[in-house]
């Protein structure tokens, strides 16, 4: 039997059967059901974190266990956010967070820039090209950002003759939106353009097929390693990737929750309900947070402030969306040490020591806040074994 | 009102066939000949008339006044700018522009559909500039002859900071940089306010200043080594004497950065005719623009600007197809109007402009001053391939030209 240690010392017996978790899903559903926003599936969490809600991950339920997380997100991505559009952009913009993935992208793109000028400065990489792989490409923000960043000065223009971008989105009216930029882009990129969801698109290609991995704002979604293991895969030899990306730890326990379902109009009875439903006794909150770093703190509180402004415009306005707020992300420690466990290489002296391409480079984490984790870059690299 | 004109708009008092000849315009159809307008009263009357073709279509869209072009297109539209009428033109087409701004305040500006169309068709190329103009101030930053400390940089009609954000997201990359870094923020909007939330996790240093660009460069006499500005220079048609302005409050070694819009759509009737025509305007409303500008808008006015002017040109008329697409068939019911006269230049002119104000903007003596800074191989940075429709330019005070 499975068991977790809850922060006050009481050890509770963990979820495991199939009937169990769905009872579990049943649960959020029936006793958020006509708020603004639903929590969603609590498989939508980052996998690590689920023992804190009481759920135990094992050999006989994780295949289910992320096939219901992955549904989950496909489920509210097919929904559309619709008429809640104007109130996540109010929300954003209250948090102070309007042009974070805009800023994060930039970042993320200078840091790909220098990755490869410094690759392409190698003798065995000096005439060769390079297949850079956005995963997860939108509209196209995260490579045209790259392509900018190249543009800027004329020593990293030539980068971009070198450079053929596969772009991985499964929306095919993206896809379009994607090829009319990269089409009207003075440098003229070369590209292949794939309509396709992760995990299918890079079961079928060939292992080593690309040099780089760029992805923003995307991981957040994948509460689980395999994507990652497979990206390791799609890498060649000394390949990198570089993921911007949302870090915050307010799903990690259920005790944030419950202030949220207040905020989003939740009857006092039916938090109660959630709180003994998920063992949150008081002093959980402050316990947890005792735990955390002042970076990760502030990352909270960002996101808290996020997703606080967020109820508070939906409930203004009367609307009923098909948000859903839970969602997979993580401290930047746990993400680290997830691609660790999926082979990659984190630690800067190991990079500047094996790979060409951070040989200059002072750091390969690069915070968009100095105070926050919140939105963070990570250059990585294929390790060698 | 159902149709289609609101408060403060003028309603036609008969149908547009039935409109009087025009009391007022440049030419003579007796002689034949040309005379342009220079008295201001028969200038606001004249544009009077010019603005009344599209009073009360049921889009949201009107041509907006004459004088919101640019000043060098004046003579085109029939105008002559003279030392006698000069400031109080210049005074009236700032008017008309504080009037967009007056509306961006009324009712459900932010939420409106209609803004968030417009932003929608030009925040994605708004960013990107911001992007270029970020990456040019770190890259002076660090390869500047003599350390710039304090770095001093006005943001002009800053907005909800999307600019500034760009150039601390830059700057941040940098230990102590953004600490010896000052952000003066300029607007008249309501929207300063959300610049400083939005800037407030990067632990800025801001300096806000609630008004309009031209109450700060009369009132504010401090030096900016970075004066920038996004999508803000195509609603000032007097460029001569705004970069005047901004000329006299940049230090020795400022460098001015102007991410903006470029067409030469605004410069001849004949370009707005043409989009008047696609837009499906009716035959009583084209006549009436053919009585008021005669041979002035059969002219060609097109041949004289180059491919990527003509490009920019076609790319202004896909905006402005795209936004009625956008609008549909749907009502519009909110404040805002969208005009389409203003004071767009091409970046040529633009250059121009900036050379007679003082500045150089040859990369030559640029890259002088900034000997270590991996810049571009030109100016002007353009944001889609062979089109000046988008684009960054830069300009350096001539004072450390080489």
Redesign the interface.
């Known amino acids: 039997m499975n068991t977790q240690e809850w922060p006050r010392g009481e050890r509770m017996r963990l979820a495991e059967r199939i009937e169990e978790l769905q009872k579990i899903d049943a649960f959020l559903d029936e006793m958020c059901e006509g708020l603004a926003m639903t929590p969603g599936s609590i498989f939508r969490i980052a996998g690590q974190y689920l023992p804190n809600w009481g759920i135990a991950v094992n050999r006989k339920n994780e295949s289910w266990i992320w096939e219901r997380s992955r549904s989950a997100y496909y489920a509210e991505w097919e929904g559309g956010t619709g008429d809640a559009n104007t109130a996540i952009e109010k929300a954003i913009e209250k948090a102070g967070l309007e042009y974070g993935n805009k800023d994060m992208n930039d970042v993320l793109a200078d840091t790909v820039v220098r990755l490869l000028h410094d690759m392409s400065k190698t003798i065995q990489d000096k005439t060769r090209d390079f297949a850079i792989i956005d995963v997860g490409a939108g509209t196209g923000d995260t490579t045209l950002a790259i392509l900018d960043a190249m543009q800027s000065s004329e020593v990293t223009e030539a980068l971009a003759s070198k450079c053929h971008f596969y772009i991985l989105e499964p929306s095919f009216k993206r896809l379009g939106n994607v090829f009319e930029r990269l089409e009207e882009h003075p440098l003229k990129p070369r590209k292949t353009l794939i309509s396709s969801n992760l995990e299918e698109y890079l079961r079928t290609v060939r292992r080593e097929s690309f040099n780089m991995v760029v992805s923003n704002a995307v991981f957040h979604h994948m509460g689980f390693l395999s994507h990652l293991r497979l990206l390791r895969e799609g890498l060649a030899k000394n390949g990198v990737m570089v993921i911007g990306d949302w870090h915050t730890t307010v799903w990690q326990h259920p005790a944030y929750v419950a202030p949220i379902l207040r905020k989003l109009g939740a009857s006092e009875m039916n938090v109660r309900k959630f709180e003994s439903f998920f063992n949150v006794r008081k002093g959980d909150l402050e316990t947890v947070e005792s735990g955390l770093t002042p970076k990760q703190l502030e990352a909270n509180r960002q996101m808290l402030a996020y997703v606080t402004a967020l109820a508070d415009e939906l409930r203004s306005v009367g609307a009923k969306s098909k948000l859903k707020f839970l969602e997979a992300h993580e401290s930047l420690e746990n993400r680290l040490g997830k691609l660790r466990a999926a082979g990659f290489e984190t630690d800067m002296d190991e990079l500047k020591a094996n790979y060409s391409g951070f040989l200059n480079m002072k750091s390969n984490q690069r915070h968009l806040y100095h105070k926050s984790d919140i939105a963070c870059v990570v250059a990585v690299a294929k390790t060698k074994k | 009102m159902r149709d289609g004109t609101r408060e403060g708009e003028k309603k036609p008092s008969q149908p547009p066939e039935m409109l009087d000849r025009p009391s007022i315009r440049p030419y003579d159809p007796t002689t034949g000949s040309i005379n342009l307008i220079s008295s201001v009263d028969s200038i606001i009357e004249f544009d009077n008339l010019f603005r009344e073709i599209t009073t009360g279509l049921p889009i949201p869209i009107r041509v907006g006044s004459i004088l919101r072009a640019s000043e060098l297109a004046y003579p085109n539209w029939g105008i002559q700018v003279t030392d006698e009428n000069r400031a109080e033109l210049e005074k009236r087409a700032a008017d008309f522009y504080k009037q967009d701004a007056e509306e961006g305040r009324l009712g459900t500006y932010?939420?409106d559909e209609l803004h968030?169309l417009k932003k929608g068709l030009s925040a994605?190329k708004e960013?990107?500039m911001a992007?270029?103009i970020?990456?040019?101030i770190k890259?002076m930053v660090l390869g500047s002859v003599k350390a710039i400390d304090p770095i001093r940089i006005l943001d002009i009609a800053c907005g909800?900071?999307?600019l500034s954000?760009?150039i601390a997201?830059?700057l941040?990359?940098f230990t102590g940089v953004l600490d010896r870094a000052e952000f003066h923020l300029v607007d008249y909007s309501d929207k300063l306010s959300?610049a400083e939330?939005?800037?407030?996790?990067?632990?800025l240093n801001i300096v806000p200043h609630p008004m309009t660009d031209d109450q700060f460069f009369a009132t504010n006499r401090e030096n900016f080594n970075f004066v920038v500005s996004l999508s803000h220079l195509h609603r000032r048609p007097f460029l001569a004497s705004y970069l005047a302005k901004v000329y006299s409050r940049m230090s020795d070694d400022g460098v001015l950065m102007i991410g903006d819009w470029h067409s030469a759509l605004c410069q001849h009737p004949s370009q707005v005719y043409l989009l008047l025509q696609n837009m499906g305007l009716e035959h009583a409303r084209l006549n009436r623009f053919d009585e008021l500008f005669g041979p002035l808008h059969l002219s060609a006015g097109a041949d004289r600007f180059n491919d990527p002017e003509l490009a920019g040109v076609m790319d202004q008329y896909k905006y402005w197809r795209d936004m009625f697409a956008g609008l549909g068939e749907k009502r519009y019911e909110g404040a805002m109007r969208l005009r389409i006269m203003s004071a767009f230049t091409t970046n040529k002119q633009l250059m121009e402009e900036m050379d007679k104000a003082g500045f150089t903007t040859h990369i030559d003596d640029i890259r002088m001053a900034f000997p270590r800074s991996?810049?571009?191989?030109a100016f002007p940075?353009?944001?889609?391939?062979g089109?000046d429709s988008a684009a960054v330019t830069v300009a350096m005070k001539k004072a450390i030209a080489r």
């Open positions: 932010e939420g968030r994605p960013e990107r992007t270029h970020a990456r040019l890259e909800s900071g999307r954000s760009s997201t830059a941040s990359e959300k939330n939005n800037l407030k996790a990067f632990g991996a810049l571009p191989n940075i353009r944001m889609k391939l089109s």
